[in-house]
Nanobody, 128 residues
């Protein structure tokens, strides 16, 4: 079983910065795409904020382009989100996501299709 653990949320004033981090742990797995989603207050769905492939290709929501930067360390199975020039509308619970594929060394069931794993979420509040 793969677990994702996030850190780095908090309260920040408009215009400030925060850095979110997420680490994946488990046994015998590889990760395709890693990304960050967020769920704003009163919204039912999570929206994609940014994603990065195992090869380093990145994708951003239009609302965060130029302000947020996603990066990953494949050797450490970590992904980070540097958030600058934060706005009140960035307030949300941020979730780490990873597309997991088990390796043959995992044993029985290793050849199941890739699946998405989620972290527990971390609160980001942008307010004066």
């Amino acid at each position: 079983q793969v677990q994702l653990v996030e850190s780095g949320g908090g309260l920040v004033q408009p215009g400030g910065s925060l850095r979110l981090s997420c680490a994946a742990s488990g046994r015998s797995f590889s990760i395709n795409t890693m990304g960050w989603y967020r769920q704003a207050p009163g919204k039912e769905e999570r929206e994609l904020v940014a994603a990065v492939s195992s090869g380093g290709s990145t994708n951003y929501a239009d609302s965060v382009k130029g302000r947020f930067t996603i990066s990953r360390d494949n050797a450490k199975n970590t992904v980070s989100l540097q958030m600058n020039s934060l706005k009140p509308e960035d307030t949300a619970v941020y979730y780490c996501n990873a597309e997991i594929k088990y390796l043959p060394s995992y044993g029985s069931g290793w050849d199941q299709p890739p699946f998405g794993a989620w972290g527990q979420g971390t609160q980001v509040t942008v307010s004066r």
